[in-house]
């Protein structure tokens, strides 16, 4: 009789830190999550009662982070749509937003590194990283103003290619972003 074998230390646990644009977006509450889809066209021919080919019709990276940090500052780094002003005494912050269409150049890179224990402690094991290239930040701004919880705001951190990565690399990547063959 076999048995199964298994190994305690690849079960993935935990938060994470996520940066966007080399910003480090702060706390969150409920959970970072990330999903990646295909969306498939299967072929049939009239001649066979088989699919006789597949082909991927699109492919959709989402990284959903709901943000605990809501202040200005925080929240122009992931506000696409917004201008951010502050005043020369730094006191004064605003956002303006509406009539902007941003830019694909805006489009930064964001990267998901996993806590190692509870104590915010990043991983060093870079095996466990999420990179998204280049991300649209599509925020959900919604402030809900009671005592019944914290403000938060989540925001979807959409894929985009990056047509200046070779084909098949240029969505995101698993894993530690120096490997080489």
Same mark, same amino acid.
């Given at each position: ?49 088989? #699919?006789?080919? /597949? =082909?991927?019709?699109?492919?959709? !990276?989402?990284?959903? &982070? %709901? ?71 599509? #925020?959900?701004? /919604? =402030?809900?103003?009671?005592?019944? !919880?914290?403000?938060? &705001? %989540? ?27």
């Amino acid at each position: 009789m076999s048995v199964m074998t298994g190994t305690v230390s690849k079960i993935e646990f935990g938060p994470c830190q996520v940066t966007y644009n080399a910003v480090d977006l702060g706390y969150f509450k409920g959970g970072v999550s990330f999903a990646y889809t295909i969306d498939w066209l299967d072929i049939e021919a009239d001649q066979s009662s088989m #699919i006789v080919d /597949s =082909k991927v019709r699109s492919e959709r !990276g989402v990284l959903t &982070v %709901p943000m605990q940090e809501t202040d200005l500052a925080t929240l122009n780094t992931v506000m696409a749509t917004g201008t951010y002003t502050l005043d020369g005494a730094g006191s004064k912050k605003k956002i303006e937003v509406g009539g902007k269409q941003p830019a694909a150049s805006t489009f930064y890179q964001v990267i998901v590194t996993p806590l190692s224990d509870g104590s915010g402690t990043l991983s060093t094991d870079a095996n466990e990283k999420i990179t998204i290239y280049k991300a649209v930040p599509k #925020i959900q701004l /919604s =402030k809900a103003f009671n005592r019944d !919880g914290e403000r938060i &705001v %989540p925001v979807e951190f959409h894929a985009i290619k990056d047509s200046t990565k070779d084909a098949g690399k240029q969505l995101f990547l698993l894993g530690d972003s120096t490997a080489t063959a």
